[in-house]
């Protein structure tokens, strides 16, 4: 047996995955459901947020200030991180309340629950750089909230600079990568089954 | 400037009850998820005919 990093890495990984668990053509009957829907509707706003949010980077955080297509490219998203976090607890409410860590499927709802967590902390970093009253007002009451905490030096947020580069850096990497990891935990394990219902082989193991 | 059918232009109103203090907005929102979550759960999903073929 190799010792090789490399063969370890694609024994832990890439042979792990049969082709037809990452992109299925058919699913378990018990899917036909609106409440398996809202996983995916999570990850089309999270697709939104990104595309509005690399506009919005390259623009500069006043642009929406000054510019109608700025003003638009931030309501859009805006209403699109609103829609993300909607469809994201009907999704986590649903998963909930069917158990979802069911079937060896543990590690599915923890990186759902890290990548919730991540996009709280993205949403509220994202209100810091608002440039606008409002965020002066948020930045202020949480940096009280911080350092009561005991936190504060690490998270200050009455450095936007700082907020800037968790909002649009540190922060959507985290996400990012939660999300992807959790999506392919998803596609191997299969969504889980109601609780009334058995394991189908060939969308859920 | 674009009329809206609500008018956004000032501070949100609270709901106030013993220790919680939520805007209504907010309260809207939370409102709005519940009764999603509960749809989701009651309305039929559209079945396609699997006799059509793939």
């Known amino acids: 047996m190799s010792t090789m990093w490399t063969t370890k890495l694609r024994r832990a990984t890439v042979e792990k995955f049969e082709p037809q668990d990452i992109l299925p053509d058919d699913q378990p009957s018990y899917v036909a459901s609106w409440i398996y829907v809202f996983g995916v509707m999570t990850l089309a706003g999270l697709f939104v947020i990104i595309v509005t949010g690399f506009i919005l980077t390259t623009k500069g955080i006043a642009w929406w200030h000054t510019s109608s297509v700025g003003h638009f490219v931030n309501s859009a998203h805006l209403w699109a991180v609103e829609l993300f976090f909607v469809f994201m607890v009907v999704h986590l409410w649903g998963k909930f309340w069917m158990a979802a860590w069911r079937g060896r499927r543990f590690a599915t709802w923890v990186t759902g629950a890290i990548a919730f967590l991540a996009s709280v902390g993205t949403g509220f970093t994202g209100y810091l750089i608002q440039t606008n009253f409002d965020s002066q007002w948020i930045a202020t009451q949480a940096k009280d909230g911080l350092n009561s905490a005991g936190i504060g030096s690490f998270f200050n947020t009455l450095n936007t600079g700082q907020a800037i580069l968790l909002h649009v850096a540190l922060l959507p990497l985290v996400v990012g990568v939660i999300t992807i990891w959790h999506v392919i935990l998803v596609r191997r394990n299969g969504v889980v089954p109601p609780l009334d219902a058995q394991e189908i082989a060939g969308g859920a193991k | ?54």
Do not use: E, R, T, Y
């Open chain 2, 1 to 54: 400037m674009v009329l809206l059918a609500i008018s956004l232009n000032h501070p949100a109103k609270f709901f106030n009850w013993g220790f919680i203090s939520i805007s209504i907005p907010n309260l809207i929102m939370i409102g709005i998820i519940f009764v999603l979550f509960a749809l989701a759960l009651i309305l039929p999903f559209p079945s396609h005919d699997k006799s059509k073929g793939k």
